[in-house]
């Protein structure tokens, strides 16, 4: 009848912490997707419709891009401890890393 009432959190319980941090890298990787897209198309207007010569300085566009993003998802890799939460991390990563191959192309 008297019998304590368990404080003991279950397995699958995730903090508010942890789901701000998903939802917030979210928006931060859409919002760095959309001002990288906006940049380079105004770029290439200018470089192509331009009566002035205009250095091609798209590269620098896909560098920062992929700093900006990466350096935040780096660190969220190594704040959060859930193994499934970084294993998306650690893909967004590797695919962000790999827009450094572009850079060739620019």
């Known amino acids: 009848m008297n019998e304590p009432i368990s404080t003991k959190n279950s397995f699958n319980q995730k903090g508010c912490l942890l789901i701000g941090l998903f ?6 990787l859409v919002g760095a997707t959309i001002a990288s897209q906006l940049m380079m198309w105004l770029m290439e207007q200018t470089l192509f419709e331009a009566t002035f010569l205009f250095p091609d300085l798209r590269w620098l ?4 891009y992929v700093i900006l ?23 967004w990563l590797t695919i962000n890393f790999l827009g450094i191959l572009i850079l060739p192309a620019r």
């Open 69 to 91: 993003v990466g350096l935040p998802l780096i660190m969220i890799r190594f704040i959060v401890n859930d193994q499934f939460i970084n294993k998306i991390y650690q893909f």
């Open 61 to 64: 566009i896909i560098l920062s």
């Open 23 to 28: 939802v917030f890298s979210i928006v931060w």
